[in-house]
Structures are given as C-alpha cells and as structure tokens.
Nanobody, 127 residues
Framework: QVKLVESGGGPVQAGGSLRLSCAAS????????MGWFRQAPGKEREFVAA????????DYADSVKGRFTISRDNAKNTVYLQMNSLKPEDTAVYYC????????????????????WGQGTQVTVSS
C-alpha cells in the first residue's frame, strides 16, 4: 500500500518557522516529482512548491517564493518543506503529493499531475 505521511505542522506565531516532512512508503518516489499543496478553510487547494525527481529543479508559488524551500532525500524517500517568515495567510492544511510520471523534466504545479496524496498536516499561524 502506497502511503504519504506528512508531519511537522502545528501552531506557530507570525514570523516563525516550521519544517514539514513527507515520508513515503510502499514504493519509491525517487523517480517522481513531488509537490506540496495547501488548502485553507473555504478555499480551493493551491500549489505551494514542487521539486523534480532529481532535485535539480524547483518551483514555487509567488506567495511563498523566498520564504519556503522544498527539498528531498531520495535515499529516505522523503520530501521536505522549510517554511520561514510565516504569515497568518499561510494557515492551511498542507498536503504532499507524488507525480504519476517518472523522470519528468518539470516540477508540476497542477494537482491533476499527482496521483498520490497524503492526509495533510495542519499549519496555523497566529498574528
């Protein structure tokens, strides 16, 4: 059974930092792009960041660029999201996702590219 399990969420004050982890099991994602998405109450799920299978290319939503960093450790089958300078508008459930296609050249922004999803971890930023 393929599973993606997010961890590292929680409450934090504005300006603080959190590091999210997404551990995969059941199959390797070392050949697949990985992404982070988030969904705030009453809003649609939105793209946050993505990284190619090799880690050589990353992409970020404009709203998090310069504050968030996505990385991966293929030996551990894990992807990370370092979040700095957090703002109240970053409050959401954060989901990691695995791309369906191996060895892609790009890090997809579109959630339809991703076949595997975690259950999410809540991040709450207070002002």
């Amino acid at each position: 059974q393929v599973k993606l399990v997010e961890s590292g969420g929680g409450p934090v004050q504005a300006g603080g930092s959190l590091r999210l982890s997404c551990a995969a099991s059941g199959r390797t994602f070392a050949r697949n792009a990985m992404g982070w998405f988030r969904q705030a109450p009453g809003k649609e799920r939105e793209f946050v960041a993505a990284i190619t299978w090799s880690g050589g290319s990353t992409d970020y939503a404009d709203s998090v660029k310069g504050r968030f960093t996505i990385s991966r450790d293929n030996a551990k089958n894990t992807v990370y999201l370092q979040m700095n300078s957090l703002k109240p508008e970053d409050t959401a459930v954060y989901y990691c996702a695995g791309d369906r296609s191996p060895f892609g050249l790009n890090a997809p922004r579109v959630h339809e590219h991703y076949d595997y999803w975690g259950q999410g971890t809540q991040v709450t930023v207070s002002s």
